[in-house]
Structures are given as C-alpha cells and as structure tokens.
Antibody, heavy 120, light 110 residues
Framework: QVTLRESGPALVKPTQTLTLTCTFS??????????VSWIRQPPGKALEWLAR???????YYSTSLKTRLTISKDTSKNQVVLTMTNMDPVDTATYYCARIEYGLYYFHNWGQGTLVTVSS | QSALTQPPSASGSPGQSVTISCTGTSSDVGGYNYVSWYQQHPGKAPKVMIY???KRPSGVPDRFSGSKSGNTASLTVSGLQAEDEADYYC??????????FGSGTKVTVL
C-alpha cells in the first residue's frame, strides 16, 4: 500500500525559506521509473504543479517558480524535500506530494497535504 | 504553462449525466494523449479518476468516462450520485517533463 505524508511548518514569515518533507512508503525512489512531485493549492483555488524528482535524480520545475524551488531526495529515508525561497503571502496554500510513474504522466497517489500560511 | 480552462460549475440531478470540458492548447491537451482527471472532496486530497484521456484506474466506477477532441478534453459522469458532488480538475502533460492543471469545476448534484 502506497502512502505519502507531507510535513513542515504551518506558518512562515514573508521572505523566509520554506522547507517541506514528503515521507512515503510502499515504493522506493531507487526503483527505476519511480518519481515524486509537489503540487500546491491556495485556499479555494486550483491545483498548481511545482516540481518532480525522478529515481535517477533528474529534477524538473515549474517554469514560473523554478528560480525559487529546489527538490531533493533521501532514498535511504524514503523522503523528498522541497524548498521554496523568498516566501510571500500569495504562496499560502496546501502543499501536496504525489507519486508518479515515469512515462505515465498522472499523479497516482497523493498525500493528505499540509497547509502553509505566509504571514508576518 | 498557463492553466487549462474549465467551467467553474456544472450540475445535474441524480441519475442524470454531466460533462465537464477542459480546454488547453496544442502544446498540452492537443499535443499529448496524457490528460488526467481528479476528484477532490472538501478538505481532502485529489483522487485520480481518469488517466491517458479515457482510462480508469482500478476501483473507479465506469460511470466516469473521458474523451478528447483537438485541444479540448472532457469528463462525463453518468448516473450522477450524491457522492459525485465534488471539485474536478483536469491535468495535462505539457512537454519537457512539465505538467499543467485546469482551473477546476464544482459539480453539484441537485
């Protein structure tokens, strides 16, 4: 059974850097074809894809946010970490991590999400 | 990566059908057969209902179906049930390992 769980601060101040961790089970990011993405959703608004990291450590970022995002993985801990710099109130959102299989292009399994509020 | 366009709302009575459109461009919806649809109940994570335009993951009722014509994909929910009331989002592969989501549609069961 695949499960994912996001964790991180519920509140960050403007200009700070956000660090979120996705801890997963039921698959390994050392297995060929496995990938994890981050997706966010501002309150009452649509989903927005942020980033993806693959089993071979290839990384891909949203065109509009790539200068602020870094995705990394710790295969031994079954974790994926997303950092977002220079946080702004418009970045207030629920942040989800999700599993993808390479070449299938859809988000198979999702975490429950973690709400991050940006406010001074 | 501009968001795909969906109608804000759709509705139908129990037993009826509702169809939601998802319009993109030739760089995303029209260029790839990788459109997926997600159901999201309030306060819950999205759940994939359709992938690769018309395929259903195991466990998804066959009341849910998908199609695509040109730059527009569609999700049809037949035989509407109360539990189908939710927000629905489309997503498309946009090339270069990028993804784009739709603006979302709230489906109301009257």
């Amino acid at each position: 059974q695949v499960t994912l769980r996001e964790s991180g601060p519920a509140l960050v101040k403007p200009t700070q850097t956000l660090t979120l961790t996705c801890t997963f089970s039921g698959f390994s990011l050392s297995t060929s074809g496995m990938c994890v993405s981050w997706i966010r959703q501002p309150p009452g608004k649509a989903l927005e894809w942020l980033a993806r990291i693959d089993w071979d450590d290839d990384k891909y970022y949203s065109t509009s946010l790539k200068t602020r995002l870094t995705i990394s993985k710790d295969t031994s801990k079954n974790q994926v970490v997303l950092t977002m710099t220079n946080m702004d109130p418009v970045d207030t959102a629920t942040y989800y991590c999700a599993r993808i299989e390479y070449g299938l292009y859809y988000f198979h399994n999702w975490g429950q999400g973690t709400l991050v509020t940006v406010s001074s | 990566q501009s968001a795909l366009t969906q109608p804000p709302s759709a509705s139908g009575s129990p037993g009826q059908s509702v169809t939601i459109s998802c319009t993109g461009t030739s760089s995303d919806v029209g260029g790839y057969n990788y459109v997926s649809w997600y159901q999201q109940h309030p306060g819950k994570a999205p759940k994939v209902m359709i992938y690769e335009i018309s395929k259903r993951p195991s466990g998804v009722p066959d009341r849910f179906s998908g199609s695509k014509s040109g730059n527009t994909a569609s999700l049809t929910v037949s035989g509407l049930q109360a539990e189908d009331e939710a927000d629905y989002y489309c997503s498309s592969y946009a090339g270069s390992n990028l993804y784009v989501f739709g603006s979302g549609t709230k489906v109301t069961v009257l």
